[in-house]
């Protein structure tokens, strides 16, 4: 049981940071947005960008709930982005901060979704607790 909770432990802390990182990521997406994207898009990029926040700090204030809003906004972004032509436009003109941010922010989000699932399945009532 001691290997379980350990393993459970170490998933637990892979997924807070994926979800910190996604926050700095959005942050550094927020500031490449800002001069590029119509006010409206932006503010509502910047929306998501706080529920990320929030999540974050329900974490870190030790709320498991968070991890399932983790995994609704990491979905979210994925559905949001993924589908958008403009962003492979990005890629296909070649390496640049806006395409290595959508790369990089789209394998994260997968990252958490993949991270935070598992946490979620490892901990189910009927498992194990960790705190």
Do not use: C
Not at 42 to 67: E, N
Not at 118 to 129: E, G, K, N, P
Request: without cysteine; proline residues 3%; positive net charge.
């Amino acid at each position: 049981m001691n290997s379980g909770l350990g393993r459970v432990k170490t998933l637990k802390g892979t997924a807070n940071l994926l979800i910190y990182a996604s926050i700095f990521l959005g942050a550094v997406l927020l500031i490449q947005l800002f001069a590029l994207v119509p006010f409206w898009l932006f503010y509502s990029i910047l929306a998501g960008w706080i529920a990320y926040v929030i999540v974050a700090l329900a974490l870190a204030k030790g709320l498991k709930m968070a991890y399932p809003f983790s995994l609704v906004l990491a979905i979210l972004t994925l559905a949001v982005s993924l589908p958008r032509s403009e962003h492979y436009s990005l890629i296909q003109a070649g390496l640049s901060l806006p395409s290595l941010t959508f790369i990089a922010g789209s394998v994260l989000q997968v990252a958490v979704i993949l991270t935070v699932s598992s946490y979620l399945f490892m901990t189910r009532a009927d498992r194990v607790h960790v705190h």
